[in-house]
């Protein structure tokens, strides 16, 4: 791993599946001690075995980011356990695919409360409590190319990304004076359970094949990224928008 996060604190939401458990896996990898934030206590516990078994400090705490008043008590179940928090990964994600004529308000509300909504409740938590330690810290939001452009049948998602992107922002030149460094991680496509029945189409093959590359990309592929931003080397890195999108966007 090109970055040594030894003694470093990270709390990963979104953690059960997909990019969230990637993350977590890297971050553990990198020496990081990491907080696994998620719905599904099950599989929390099997990624805390294996990141345990790699010699990570690693603990599980069951989380649905958008019950705002729980999430104090989860920043301080996982302090309690693993420390200070440094590095926060606010991942958890999710969509709904389909016209914008048909989406109702319940649909809309359960987009916007978990992809910006409860990043940013959770970015300020954290913060608050960075700011009075006085060390500064890492927000990496993970966004998507759709913050930039649309992605068809997904209106209120790419709504939602647009808003991480500009909250990455503002939060940025908030807290620049305290050193906290707020950044934003815009991936392209990457099969997860977010679209797996989608690439498995027949649309979602032939969207494939349109790509430069013709390929989806890989978790892996955000490795460097999630690294730099996560270290120290990203001292003046902050309210940037990386796409990592392996051209998918041109
Ligand atoms: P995923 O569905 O495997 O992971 C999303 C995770 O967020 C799941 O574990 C899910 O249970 C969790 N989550 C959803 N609502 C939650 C809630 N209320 N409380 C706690 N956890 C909740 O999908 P994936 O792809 O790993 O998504 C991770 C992030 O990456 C999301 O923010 C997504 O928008 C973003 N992303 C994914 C891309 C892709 O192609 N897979 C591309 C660009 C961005």
Avoid at 14 to 20: D, K, M, P, T, Y
Avoid at 91 to 118: E, H, K, V, W, Y
Avoid at 208 to 236: C, N, T, Y
Wanted: glycine share 10%.
């Amino acid at each position: 791993m090109p970055f040594d996060l030894t003694g470093k604190t990270a709390l990963v939401t979104g953690a059960s599946s997909g990019l969230g458990r990637h993350f977590a896996n890297v971050l553990a990898r990198s020496g990081c001690a990491v907080a696994i934030a998620g719905r599904r206590r099950e599989r929390l516990e099997g990624l805390q075995r294996d990141l345990e078994a790699l010699g990570a400090r690693c603990v599980p705490v069951t989380l649905d980011v958008t019950v705002a008043s729980t999430l104090a008590k989860a920043v301080d179940e996982a302090e309690a356990r693993v420390g200070p928090i440094h590095i926060l990964v606010n991942n958890a994600g999710m969509n709904i695919q389909g016209r914008a004529i048909d989406m109702d308000p319940s649909g809309l509300d359960q987009i916007l409360d978990t992809n910006l909504r409860a990043p940013f409740l959770l970015a300020t938590e954290i913060a608050r409590r960075m700011i009075s330690r006085g060390e500064g810290g890492r927000i990496i939001n993970v966004a998507s190319i759709g913050a930039f452009r649309v992605l068809a049948g997904l209106s209120a998602y790419c709504m939602s990304k647009a808003g991480v992107a500009m909250m990455t922002q503002c939060l940025a030149r908030e807290w620049a004076r305290y050193g906290i460094n707020v950044n934003a991680i815009c991936p392209g496509y990457i099969a997860t359970e977010l679209n797996q029945d989608w690439f498995e189409s027949e649309a979602g093959k032939a969207q494939i094949k349109g790509f430069p590359r013709r390929q989806l990309m890989r978790e892996q592929d955000l490795d460097e990224v999630l690294l730099l931003l996560a270290s120290d080397s990203s001292a003046a890195v902050t309210g940037a928008l990386f796409s990592v999108d392996d051209g998918q966007s041109l």
